[in-house]
């Protein structure tokens, strides 16, 4: 599993920020917005306890295989009645554009490693399509209908359409060409926010009587 790497940090500080403390990764770089009020060594507490929370998040995101096929037995038995029974689940670095694909025929899913690091709701709509599609092949009716107990579908195909956009605006990928899983044209609805990727430090704050 790929951890994270120990790359910069770097330090913002801000005057408009009173009592948050947040933190997130910029490519390899990890950004610490901090009062600007804060003194040298608030600082170095800040950065220490904003770093370990944002790897321990990070950790929760990052499930191996078998905690992967273990949820998407969870999210069968709970949003299609256990009717979805997949052989295998596993993480694969070779899904092009798509997030995930499903080989009905033996019963195998795979999610793309980009899943990886998205909020927990995001790859779990990611696992229940790939399920779904054990079940239903194409995008018709009957196959959103299989979705539609899980709450979050639009709102993680939003999220997901948002990557999407933003990686077309960096630039053309390599892999643009692969695009064919049988069920093409996954994904696509308006973008969404994405701040469920900071780490945000506010009652601790409060409690330091700044
Ligand atoms: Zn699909």
Redesign the pocket.
């Known amino acids: 599993m790929q951890q994270n790497p120990p790359g910069p940090i770097e330090v913002r500080r801000s005057r408009k920020r009173v009592r948050t403390v947040t933190a997130f990764r910029d490519g390899d770089t990890t950004v610490v917005s901090i009062p600007a009020r804060f003194t040298r060594a608030q600082e170095r507490e800040w950065v220490h306890r904003m770093v370990t929370r944002l790897a321990a998040q990070e950790r929760r995101r990052r499930p191996s295989d078998e905690q992967l096929a273990t949820r998407a037995a969870e999210l069968s038995a709970r949003y299609l009645g256990g009717t979805a029974s997949p052989t295998s689940v596993t993480w694969s670095s070779k899904q092009g554009r798509r997030w995930g694909s499903c080989t009905p025929v033996d019963g195998t899913i795979r999610i793309s490693t980009r899943v990886r690091g998205m909020p927990s709701f995001v790859l779990d709509y990611v696992l229940l399509?790939?399920l779904a599609?054990l079940l239903q092949p194409g995008?018709g009716a009957e196959?959103w209908a299989l979705l539609s107990a899980y709450p979050r579908t639009e709102r993680a195909r939003g999220f997901l359409e948002g990557v999407s956009f933003g990686e077309e605006r960096g630039g053309a990928r390599p892999d643009d060409a692969a695009r064919d899983?049988g069920?093409p044209d996954?994904?696509d609805t308006d973008g969404d926010d994405l701040d469920g990727d900071d780490v945000v430090a506010r009652d601790d704050l409060a409690d330091e009587d700044l």
């Open positions: 399509h790939e599609h995008h196959f899983d069920h996954d994904d």
